[in-house]
């Protein structure tokens, strides 16, 4: 079973960028899609971007233009580009594949101060 090790977090200014990483213990080439999730205090986690094997993206609208997701199977990590970030981003920040049947990692923390 792969484990999944997320970093990358921290408290950062309204407007401004985060790179978090996710670190596969085993290979992620054969899982054909990998996303990032958030959850933020009383809500449900949910699934803001996702992308193929192939390198194909999809974004919740809520960060579209914002975010960029990218992996490198060579690494066995997966990242996501935080931009022009907002007071609302604020939460913790899982990968798993998409749909998600992997373990949840730790998550790391993404704060967001206006």
């Known amino acids: 079973q792969v484990q999944l090790v997320e970093s990358g977090g921290g408290l950062v200014q309204a407007g401004g960028s985060l790179r978090l990483s996710c670190a596969a213990s085993g290979s992620i080439f054969s899982i054909n899609a990998m996303g990032w999730y958030r959850q933020a205090p009383g809500k449900q986690r949910q699934l803001v971007a996702g992308?193929?094997?192939?390198?194909?993206?999809d974004y919740a609208d809520s960060v579209k233009g914002r975010f960029t997701i990218s992996r490198d199977n060579a690494k066995n990590t997966v990242y996501l580009q935080m931009n022009s970030l907002k007071p609302e981003d604020t939460a913790v920040y899982y990968c798993?594949?998409?749909?998600?049947?992997?373990?949840w990692g730790q998550g790391t923390q993404v704060t967001v101060s206006s």
């Open positions: 992308i193929t094997r192939g390198g194909s993206t």
């Open positions: 798993n594949s998409m749909p998600y049947y992997l373990d």
